[in-house]
């Protein structure tokens, strides 16, 4: 009884609750003063009184990023007047987290520059959102194959990818003797590859197998090596214990980039990095008897190899200090707990300025004239081939046609072998198959209005940018 009461005593006043539960809107506020507002919004901030931390002027996040935090691929727009720098592998040695070193430059005229190309970093190069195809100018500071063992990859899949209309550019110092130089290995890098770029001549190819070589004298020191589209590079030497390593320095719109490449700390970087905006060199931090039990290198062989191939912490913030750059980065280290403070506090005993790892991979730096700021990009564990991106002045997509059919390069015998695919489609599920290329004798040509749009925005958006970002420099 008691409960049937408290049941109807519910219901009854149901909608009683439901009505007092109904929101109203909240009475205007009088609006806060100006001073209320400043104290709210800007309260604790330095401005002009004190300043805050280790930051220094021009060191902040550009208003134009979509996190202050991150970098995601694919998701921000290089700006007109912006470069951008990517660390792709950033180790002498291989693991899952740190690649062997390379560092793309992007510059806001649609340009890129990639600053060695060490083992595996191809996979971040993938993950980065960045096809193939656009790598077309790849500068090896030594022939350690840390640094250029990707070579033979973007080279050979880059072809297959759509670089069908320019020659892959590789710039690299020679030798004491012309075997030790960047045309040597290049020669023997296409022997290497042989069967692999026979087999793909199936493949539309044009330019895709051709290499420009531009070999520098090593000995030239400050030499421009590329003066193009408002870009110029140069090179200089780096003590390395043999002869032909090099360093370079890119100089577009007012912005200087410094990759020092390996090598003992000299006087040289000094003489031609001076006052670059973002100086990066490789680091070894002074920790050889640890080192010897966690890397498992013995102790003589470590300081053996630091006292005549690379730079001692503390040789590196000296430097750093002498070149006085805006933004002082050290990569080519391994990324360990136990080093990374370390690391901090060598550099720091001579260098007082900003300065950040550029390691792991995947650190992003993104620099103007007036701001620098360096973020850890977020790369995708499993990403996809970005499509080729092509130029479309013309209003055509050119495809050329593969100099070599399956009948050239195999046995017949082999082919007749393969199973009948009526035996191994589902009744109702076998496709079309398209076992010979439909223009064989002739190049495919497609006006652009003919392409479905997914493919006509998905291969030519960065060049439709590129030539905006020209324009806006006044370069077209």
């Given at each position: 009884m008691i409960l049937k009461r408290l049941c109807a005593m519910a219901l009854a006043a149901f909608p009683t609750?439901?009505?007092?539960?109904?929101?109203?809107?909240?009475?205007?506020?009088?609006?806060?003063?100006?001073?209320?507002?400043?104290?709210?919004?800007?309260?604790?901030?330095?401005?002009?009184?004190?300043?805050?931390?280790?930051?220094?002027?021009?060191?902040?996040?550009?208003?134009?990023?979509?996190?202050?935090?991150?970098?995601?691929?694919?998701?921000?727009?290089?700006?007109?007047?912006?470069?951008?720098?990517?660390f792709m592998g950033t180790s002498p040695i291989i693991r899952p987290g740190q690649m062997n070193t390379?560092?793309?430059?992007?510059?806001?005229?649609g340009e890129n520059y990639l600053f060695d190309v060490g083992e595996g970093s191809v996979a971040n190069i993938n993950a980065s959102n960045i096809a193939l195809n656009e790598l077309d100018?790849?500068?090896?500071?030594?022939?350690?194959?840390?640094?250029?063992?990707?070579?033979?990859?973007?080279?050979?899949?880059?072809?297959?990818?759509?670089?069908?209309?320019?020659?892959?550019?590789?710039?690299?110092?020679?030798?004491?003797?012309?075997?030790?130089?960047?045309?040597s290995m290049i020669e023997g890098m296409k022997q290497m590859v042989r069967w692999h770029?026979?087999?793909?001549?199936?493949?539309p190819v044009g330019q895709g197998h051709d290499i420009e070589v531009n070999e520098?004298?090593?000995?030239?020191?400050g030499g421009v090596i590329l003066d193009e589209n408002g870009v110029k590079v140069i090179h200089w030497q780096r003590s390395h214990a043999k002869d032909g390593a090099s360093a370079y320095r890119l100089d577009w719109n007012d912005l200087c980039f410094v990759w020092t490449g390996d090598g003992r700390p000299n006087e040289r970087d000094v003489k031609w990095a001076k006052g670059c905006d973002v100086y990066v060199t490789e680091t070894q931090t002074e920790l050889v008897e640890i080192s010897a039990g966690v890397q498992g290198v013995p102790p003589f062989l470590a300081r053996y190899t630091i006292d005549t191939h690379h730079t001692p912490g503390y040789a590196a913030g000296y430097v750093a200090n002498l070149i006085q750059p805006r933004m002082f980065m050290t990569t080519h280290m391994p990324f360990d707990p136990y080093l990374n403070e370390?690391?901090?506090?060598?550099i720091r005993e001579h260098w007082k300025g900003p300065y950040h790892?550029?390691?792991?991979?995947?650190?992003?730096?993104?620099?103007?004239?007036?701001?620098?700021?360096?973020?850890?990009?977020?790369?995708?564990?499993?990403?996809?081939?970005?499509?080729?991106?092509?130029?479309?002045?013309?209003?055509?997509?050119?495809?050329?046609a593969p100099p070599k059919s399956r009948e050239d390069i195999q046995n017949a015998d082999v082919r007749s072998s393969e199973i009948d695919p009526d035996l191994y489609y589902p009744e109702g599920y076998k496709p079309e198959l398209l076992q010979e290329w439909p223009t064989a004798d002739r190049d495919l040509v497609i006006e652009l209005e003919d392409l479905p749009p997914s493919f006509r925005d998905g291969m030519g958006d960065t060049w439709a940018k590129r030539k905006a970002n020209r324009a806006t420099l006044g370069l077209e």
């Open positions: 609750i439901v009505q007092t539960q109904t929101p109203t809107p909240p009475p205007v506020a009088e609006t806060s003063t100006v001073e209320d507002m400043r104290a709210a919004l800007f309260g604790g901030v330095p401005g002009e009184r004190w300043k805050e931390g280790l930051l220094f002027e021009g060191i902040s996040p550009h208003p134009w990023l979509n996190s202050a935090s991150n970098w995601f691929p694919g998701t921000e727009d290089i700006q007109p007047n912006e470069m951008r720098i990517i390379s560092i793309l430059v992007q510059l806001g005229n100018k790849i500068f090896i500071t030594h022939l350690h194959v840390d640094h250029y063992n990707a070579l033979p990859y973007i080279y050979v899949f880059g072809g297959w990818a759509g670089r069908w209309h320019n020659p892959l550019r590789v710039f690299g110092p020679s030798g004491s003797a012309p075997e030790y130089g960047l045309a770029t026979d087999a793909f001549s199936v493949f520098f004298d090593y000995t030239d020191e370390e690391t901090v506090a060598e790892f550029g390691a792991p991979d995947g650190i992003v730096v993104n620099v103007t004239k007036d701001q620098i700021w360096v973020r850890e990009g977020i790369i995708p564990d499993y990403p996809n081939n970005r499509a080729p991106q092509f130029n479309f002045d013309n209003n055509q997509l050119v495809v050329p």
